[in-house]
C-alpha cells in the first residue's frame, strides 16, 4: 500500500472517531439539559410555594400585630383626648370669657326726682280748737329736685364706633338719661338710638372709640345641652359677673314683665346659667367667645331657668332698622 492510501485511511478514520464522539457528547450534553430543566423547573415550583407559604405567614403576623397595635393606638388617643378635654375645658371658659368680657358695659339709669323733706304739721291746721294740742305728724315735702340713680341693667358692644346692644326694658324710659360703665373704669354718655318693638331689644350710642367688640355667632346651631357663659352686672352692683351653664331649651315662649310693663317673647333660649337682676342686656355666649343670645329675663324664685333672645334674631332687627350688619 503506497504511502498516499495509508495517509487517506488514517485521515478516514480520525475524522470517524472525531464524528462519534461529537455525537456522544451531542447526546450527553442533551441529556444533561433535560435533566438541568426538569430540576430548574421542580425549583421554581418548590420556590413558587415557599414564597406563597411566606407570604400568608407575613400576613397572618401583619394581622395579628396591626389589631393589636391599632387597639392599644385606640385606647391611647381616647386616654390622650380624655386627657386633653379636661385641661381644655377651664382654659375654654377663661379664654370665651377674656375675648368677651372687655366688651360688656354696665348702664345705669339716672333720673330727676323729688327732693323730698320731713317736716311736722298739726294736722288740724289753723284750727283754733286745737292749736294748743300738741299734735303734730310728719308730712313730706318738695324740695326742688335731684337727678341721680334709678336703676342699671348691661349691654355690650357690637361696633367699635360705639354701638351697643341691650335690653328695650332698660332703656325704655324717654326721661331718663344713660350713663355706660366700660370695663376699663371709663364712663360714657349714651344716647338710645333704637327701641325693638318687636323684640325686647335696644340699640345705644357713646361717642368715641375704637371699642372692643362681642362677635355675634349663629344662634340656630346652638344644641341642647351645650355649655355656655353669661356676663352681667349682678343684683346692679356687681360688674361683669361671670356665671356657667348648658342650653337647657330651645324655642320657649314666655311672658316676661319689666320696665312696668308685661311682654310675651317667643322663640327665646332656656338657659341654667344663673341671670340676676342687672344682668338684662348681657351676652349669652359659647366656650368659643361667640354671642348667641341677650340675657332678657329670669324666673323669680329660681336659680336656674333663665332665657336669652337669640343672637339671629337681634342680627336680622338691627340690619333691617339701622343697617347693621354683624
Known sequence: MSTRKIAFTLIFLLAAAIAGTNAYLIKTAGDLSAKTAEVEKSANEKILILHKQIAALEEAVREATGENARVALSLSEIEKRQELREKSQDELLTEAVAKVAPAVVSIVISKDVQKLEVVFQNPFGDDPFFKDFDIKIPVYR?????????????????TSDGYIVTNRHIVNDE???????????GQKNASVVYRDPNNDAAVLKISGGPYPVAKFGNSSGVKLGQTVIAIGNALGQYNNSVSVGIISGLNRSIEAAGGGVVEKLTNVIQTDAAINPGNSGGPLFTTGGEVIGINVATVIGSNSISFAIPANTIKKSLQQALGISL
Open 175 to 185: 326721661k331718663a338719661t344713660y350713663t355706660v360703665l366700660l370695663s376699663d373704669g
Open 142 to 158: 318738695q324740695r326742688g329736685v335731684e337727678h341721680r340713680q334709678v336703676g342699671s341693667g348691661t349691654g355690650f358692644l357690637i
